[in-house]
């Protein structure tokens, strides 16, 4: 099994519809969670944490099942801006940041 | 404007010849790291310096050697490099560990993107 696992896509939706992203990770030691976004041909940037309890930011909402090692990035509203490519990452049980293939998001009006 | 600096940000070489990468981060960060992206592959780790030390080396071919001289700068000595290298190079730094639980943001630099032909 893949340490990060994502489905690369690549989804295509109109603006205003809601898409989740789904990601696994293989290691039960994982501390850390995050999706960064990488605009095409840019390095990747901090979306946000995810923690257990789940977390929101404006339209975007993150969530983590420890016991499935899941995680989820849920977009509402969606804009043309959120075009991008959404990486999940886990820590390596407690060193550095893995990261995923990535999910490809186009957006259009 | 980035808080990470990489140079060159594009680079052509032969299989026989020898360069170096620099990154520079300008956060006051104590932890710096050096990935690659690959076409259709996620981003690998390569290396982890945290105060200056390597703390892991993520089974990179020797070809690759870094150097990490204080905690603002670090480097990538390429030599004897194969085609299959070809890739953009991203150095990042964080303010902690960023494994280590709260260990923060990774900031990276714009990447430089090396063909090795």
């Known amino acids: 099994r893949k340490e990060v696992e994502q489905d690369p896509g690549p989804f295509n939706v109109p603006e205003g519809a809601t898409v989740a992203f789904n990601c696994t990770y293989s290691?039960?030691?994982?501390?850390?969670f995050f999706w960064y976004r990488q605009d095409c041909r840019k390095e990747p940037k901090l979306l946000m944490s995810v923690y257990s309890s789940g977390n929101e930011d404006g339209r975007f909402t993150a969530q983590l099942n420890r016991a499935s090692q899941y995680i989820s990035l849920l977009i509402r509203d969606s804009k043309l801006s959120d075009s991008a490519t959404y990486l999940c990452v886990v820590d390596k049980a407690g060193t550095a940041l893995i990261f995923g293939k990535g999910t490809t998001l186009s957006v259009s009006s | 404007e980035t808080g990470v600096t990489q140079t060159p940000r594009h680079l052509v070489m032969g299989m026989t010849n020898k360069k170096s990468l620099k990154c520079e981060q300008h956060?006051?960060?104590?932890?710096m790291y050096w990935y690659k992206q690959s076409a259709k592959k996620p981003l690998e780790l390569m290396f982890v310096y945290n105060f200056k030390e390597q703390t892991e080396n993520n089974s990179v071919p020797s070809r690759f050697s870094p150097e990490c001289p204080n905690s603002s700068h670090l480097f990538l000595h390429l030599h004897t490099l194969q085609p299959e290298d070809s890739a953009l190079y991203l150095c990042a730094s964080s303010q902690e560990p960023s494994g280590r639980a709260g260990g923060g943001e990774l900031f990276f630099g714009e990447g430089s993107r090396l063909t090795v032909l």
């Open positions: 956060l006051g960060h104590n932890a």
């Open positions: 290691n039960s030691a994982s501390q850390s």
